[in-house]
């Protein structure tokens, strides 16, 4: 293998480098390939080579995480539109269901308190007896019997419904 392949396999990509470098070395004699990879071993890239590398790494990270940022974001905003939508729905439930519950309270203690009054009313009219109303005393007249009025007849008393014919 030639400096120059060695040199452009370690330039290229890593997809390329491995199928250019696996050609390479299937024609290569086994001598030289072990010769090319203790050379590849044996130089350290150059400084710039790996802040070349290093750049390139960064770049792809940075794309990657400004995606997955976006990603999160646009999840973020959609969840929370949806979650503003729920409360909006269950806010104006809760507000029905208070105004329901109100209605039915404010109907039942009408009622019970119609209901109680005529049970009062009931209750005061026929369960409570009434003083009974001041009647005049009986008073019992028996007639007096008629004074009799002596005669001057043989009996000394004559009632006065018999008439004495004479």
């Not at 369960?127 to 007249?141: G, L, Y």
Request: glycine fraction near 4%.
């Amino acid at each position: 293998m030639t400096d120059n392949q060695v040199r452009f396999l370690d330039h290229a990509p890593d997809s390329t480098v491995s199928t250019q470098a696996s050609a390479l070395f299937l024609r290569a004699p086994v001598d030289k390939r072990a010769d090319a990879i203790e050379d590849r071993m044996m130089t350290s890239p150059s400084r710039e080579e790996v802040d070349a590398k290093l750049k390139t790494i960064e770049t792809k990270v940075d794309g990657r995480l400004a995606a997955i940022e976006l990603t999160l974001e646009s999840g973020i905003s959609s969840l929370r539109t949806n979650m503003d939508a729920q409360f909006a729905r269950f806010e104006a439930t809760l507000h029905k269901s208070q105004a329901d519950t109100l209605k039915w309270v404010v109907g039942v203690v009408l009622l019970l308190g119609t209901i109680g009054l005529a049970i009062m009313t009931f209750l005061f009219n026929n369960v409570v007896t009434k003083a009974p109303a001041v009647a005049p005393p009986i008073v019992i007249t028996i007639p007096s019997p008629p004074h009799a009025v002596p005669d001057n007849s043989s009996s000394s008393w004559t009632s006065p419904t018999r008439k004495e014919s004479r």
